[in-house]
């Protein structure tokens, strides 16, 4: 129902800052969580950020605070992780993720485990340099 396709991602430098974008496409609701989870190599994929569609109540791995955002914009069916102050140990794919099952607008509670997210984009490659 919900196709998900990333972009943004590339190389830089610590201490810089990189926009990744999420665009969704097919049968989505307002009451859907979308996620930023990443992925190191030989790590298992983590939390980063969720917002909330309709209320745009965010949510952020204790890891990001301070130095990511994640938004959207409803009319362009986009969600948005502006990532500042990069560190190295941020070097990861980055997945966009849907949560089909509403979780957030029923328990006010946004899921933090991949395995709650219905819905993946192919992942963009973030690397950090130091």
């Known amino acids: 129902q919900v196709q998900l396709v990333e972009s943004g991602g590339g190389l830089v430098q610590a201490g810089g800052s990189l926009r990744l974008s999420c665009a969704a496409s097919?049968?989505?609701?307002?009451?859907?969580?979308m996620g930023w989870f990443r992925q190191a190599p030989g790590k298992e994929r983590e939390f980063v950020a969720a917002?909330?569609?309709?209320?745009?109540?965010?949510n952020y791995a204790d890891s990001v605070k301070g130095r990511f955002t994640i938004s959207r914009d409803n009319a362009k069916n986009t969600v948005y992780l502006q990532m500042n102050s990069l560190r190295p140990e941020d070097t990861a794919i980055y997945y966009c993720?849907?949560?089909?099952?509403?979780?957030?607008?029923?328990?006010?509670?946004?899921?933090?485990?991949?395995?709650?997210?219905?819905?993946w984009g192919q992942g963009t490659q973030v690397t950090v340099s130091s």
């Open positions: 993720a849907a949560d089909e099952s509403c979780t957030y607008y029923y328990t006010a509670v946004f899921p933090t485990s991949s395995r709650a997210y219905d819905y």
């Open positions: 917002i909330s569609w309709s209320s745009g109540n965010r």
């Open positions: 097919g049968r989505t609701f307002s009451n859907y969580a």
